[in-house]
């Protein structure tokens, strides 16, 4: 298996534009769990999928922030409009049966 | 308030010692405890679970220790290799077999040096 596939590895956007990161979880996998992460506050859950549907959003930092979850094979987290303090580490993770979480390569932003 | 709180927040070994990372959590109700590898650049990976009934377990030379009574955990790393330079981070899960429920720790960032 590839693992939990994400993209763009890294971006650089300047504040107020729109970003999209996107995510493949494992084939399978029911669980989809959307990350950021920061030397400040280390790894803070946003939002998480069971079966597609959103279970829990509240992490999610405010209305600029959205995440969408069409298909088991497929996720998006959207930032519109994006600010400097948006820039961290952005991960995807997803899990099955079991306890285990996988998780992506993480997608690195950088808002100017 | 449910914490977990890592020490030290990192460390340098040379090549070949042991080392001992610590996790201390106030977070109830208690399901299990994580222990996961973060490589710089790279997404944690999984080491080791351990549940409110193990007190220890292992992944090659990698050795978790849980005491749910004083609510702390170690991991203990055995004749470390470069490859073991990482933050290592602690999780605690709130509820069985709910995976968002867990509260991550800060990590420690650990660096062998040769």
Redesign the interface.
Known sequence: DAG?IQSPRHEVTEMGQEVTLRCKPISGHD?L?WYRQTMMR????LI?FNNNVP??DSGMPEDRFSAKMPNASFSTLKIQPSEPRDSAVY?C?S?GLG????????SWLTVV | KNQVEQSPQSLIILEGKNCTLQCNYTVSPFS?L?WYKQDT??????LT?MTFSENTKSNGRYTATLDADTKQSSLHITASQLSDSASY?CVV?LNA?N??K?I????TSLAVNP
């Open positions: 939990v669980y769990f280390g790894l803070e859950l998480y279970i829990d991960f993770a899990s306890n285990t979480i996988y998780f992506g390569e993480g | 299990n994580r650049g790279r997404g944690p990976v999984s679970i981070i899960s077999g995976n968002r867990l991550w720790g800060l990590g």
